[in-house]
């Protein structure tokens, strides 16, 4: 996954590096200064993504600043 994508302030989806807007919460507050990411296939099954209150598959950084 490239470093240049953008992570959403809001809810810590990975997004595309041209995205104006989240595409999981439609924040438009996001970020290229980020670390680690996580890809949660079942939300609905994963621990990780119960601790960090994830409901919907996807790519999420672990770590936002």
Known sequence: M???RLVCRE???VNEPDAETCEACN???LTEDWAGYVI???PEESEIASEMQITEPGAY???VR
């Open 61 to 63: 950084a672990l770590k």
């Open 2 to 4: 490239a470093s240049n």
């Open 40 to 42: 949660i296939a079942h």
């Open 27 to 29: 924040s438009s507050s």
């Open 11 to 13: 809810c810590h989806r």
